[in-house]
């Protein structure tokens, strides 16, 4: 299934680019990809980006999907939280994995929020 383009800039976090110096407060979306652990992300925080998670991977495969909160340019949560993923509390692990391999400004309080798959995504 092809998925449409918003025109909105995302950033990948991956070999050759690391994480944004400063980001905005808010929630952003984001997918962790499959054998690079790649992460992608909105460009800007809900509500004023409009992107979707299959937008930011092409509707491909991911090893996680969701939410993360940057409050005072640190990550203070990450969440499981997609409609169109639908990812298990499992896949959580991996995506903070991920987070701390690309040296993402992780807070020392870090919420991990796995309760989305209650809501039915399963």
Not at 23 to 28: I, P
Not at 55 to 66: D, F, P, Q, R
Not at 91 to 118: C, N
Request: proline share 7%; glycine share 10%; charged share 25%.
């Amino acid at each position: 299934m092809d998925y449409p383009e918003s025109g909105e800039r995302r950033w990948l976090v991956n070999c050759g680019r690391c994480w944004p110096r400063k980001l905005d407060d808010g929630n952003y979306i984001y997918v962790v990809m499959p054998e690079t652990g790649e992460i992608r992300f909105s460009e800007k925080p809900r509500p004023y980006s409009k992107i979707h998670h299959p937008e930011l991977c092409h509707g491909e495969e991911v090893i996680g999907a969701g939410l993360f909160t940057v409050f005072e340019n640190q990550v203070i949560k990450i969440s499981n939280e997609s409609g169109h993923y639908g990812p298990d509390g499992l896949s959580m692990g991996y995506v903070k994995m991920a987070f701390e391999h690309w040296q993402a400004p992780l807070s020392e309080t870090l919420e991990i929020d796995t309760r989305w798959e209650v809501f039915g995504n399963q």
